[in-house]
């Protein structure tokens, strides 16, 4: 697609930081993904890395996620080019110092920064808000906000008029009524920036005052600390093991799936909290300690039953009110669930998160027993035999961005995605290693 190419669209920093692990870490091409995170850590600002970098002109720091991306790829560069931890001494030019910083710093105090912000909360309008930016988004939705939660650790952040994860479809259509309405907001506390932040605390702490100096923010006290906070609230907030909802739960009555971990917390749309979607994937993958084994292996296990499609994961449970497993972008449609590919994110079957359920599967499974880590071994090489099979047929020699419902072609995906390949080559890099 020569729109991601060239421009304003080149450049995603959280689909870089998504891929990054995969595409250069496992590849060996340490230098370059170490040019990658530097150069990316120059442009934080807000807390944030931008979600559209722009040549630096006109980032857009509408995300909420790529940081704790970005951050997990810091953590994976040093421990997978046996770094030691020399790259947190490196120095950043930054882009777009405080009034009282340094134009260049090391690293480590960009790091430091990032999660300072957080804890301090912080809420923002973005720079030239308005159509120069964004013709679709609403008045609200430029305006954004970040923080973390005292009493539980959990970041938090967004509103129902913005897209603060990689669900960011915005609608775009004034037939259908949903022009500046995003199809999934998931503000609040998304359960993949909880486990994403945890294992960024925990790694930051393993390295030690020596490597990363800031082993304190204030507000939150040591990063073990605020990390552990997180661990004893984490099954509390987001376990529903039955119709009775979470052990601590405002609103048990939206509860429609049991045996799942809810997909966010406190969002301005309370039942999309309850909503099935495969997104605790990738927090059990990064921090499999987060849960006891026995609900993360169960939550794995609906991800599996309910999700898992031939190439991909259902981006929505097909039982949710709101699926639409078939995503047409050119759909001129009134109806609000469908025009102008509306449901990008409310069905159709994604390949990137296969790698991430793949990698909690066999962590988890390993966690829970001889014979839950033979099964997740047996399902890993299974499905990873369909992508195998997909890559010989493919004339790209890739594997694709989404299908549609039960594997089906999707015409709008495109046919061959970063970081579709990238989490699958994790997949592959950590069932080397474990059989090495």
């Known amino acids: 697609l020569p729109h991601f190419s060239t421009g304003y669209m080149r450049s995603w920093g959280r689909d870089t930081f998504i891929s990054l692990r995969g595409m250069l870490l496992v590849t060996g091409r340490y230098l370059e993904a170490r040019d990658v995170i530097l150069g990316y850590a120059a442009t934080l600002r807000h807390g944030l890395i931008p979600n559209l970098l722009d040549g ?3 980032a857009r720091f509408n995300c909420r996620d790529a940081v704790w991306w970005w951050l997990r790829a810091v953590l994976d560069y040093i421990e997978m080019a046996q770094d030691d931890g020399h790259i947190m001494k490196d120095p950043v030019v930054r882009l777009y110092p405080g009034d009282d910083e340094e134009t260049v710093q090391p690293l480590e105090d960009v790091v430091g920064e990032a999660l300072r912000v957080h804890v301090a909360g912080l809420k923002f309008r973005e720079w030239n808000a308005g159509v120069k930016i964004d013709e679709h988004m609403k008045d609200a939705g430029f305006d954004n906000e970040i923080g973390v939660d005292p009493d539980t650790g959990f970041v938090f952040g967004g509103n129902t008029s913005n897209c603060g994860t990689w669900m960011d479809k915005m609608g775009s259509s004034a037939a259908a009524g949903i022009k500046g309405v995003p199809s999934s907001p998931r503000d609040g506390s998304a359960v993949e920036i909880v486990g994403l932040s945890y294992s960024c605390l925990r790694g930051l702490a393993k390295l030690g005052g020596e490597v990363y100096r800031h082993q304190e923010v204030q507000g939150m006290g040591s990063l073990t600390t605020w990390a552990d906070k997180i661990k004893d609230n984490f099954d509390k907030y987001f376990w529903i093991e039955s119709k009775s909802g979470a052990e601590v ?9 049991t045996k799942i971990f809810k997909d966010s917390l406190n969002s301005g749309n309370a039942f999309t909290d309850y909503q099935l979607r495969p997104n605790y994937a990738i927090t059990l993958a990064v921090a499999p300690d987060l849960s006891s084994p ?8 609906t991800l599996q039953s309910s999700l898992l499609g031939p190439l991909g994961l259902a981006t929505l449970d097909p039982t949710d009110w709101a699926y639409r497993g078939d995503y047409d972008n050119s759909n001129q449609s009134t109806d609000s669930t469908l025009a102008h590919g509306a449901n990008y994110h409310q069905g159709p079957e994604w390949v990137w998160p296969v790698g991430f359920f793949l990698r909690a599967l066999l962590k988890v499974g390993k966690l829970a027993g001889e014979d839950e880590y033979k099964t997740a071994v047996s399902v890993a090489g299974c499905v990873l035999a369909r992508h195998y099979s997909h890559l010989h047929q493919s ?4 594997l694709p961005e989404l299908t549609n419902s039960k594997g089906a072609f999707c015409r709008d995906s495109n046919p061959i995605q970063a970081w579709s390949m990238a989490t699958l080559l994790d997949t592959l890099y950590d069932m080397h290693r474990e059989a090495a």
């Open 249 to 257: 739960d405002k609103n048990p009555e939206l509860v429609n799936k």
């Open 395 to 398: 004339p790209w020699l890739g």
């Open 56 to 58: 630096g002109k006109n």
């Open 294 to 301: 026995s609900h993360a292996w169960a939550a794995l296990q």
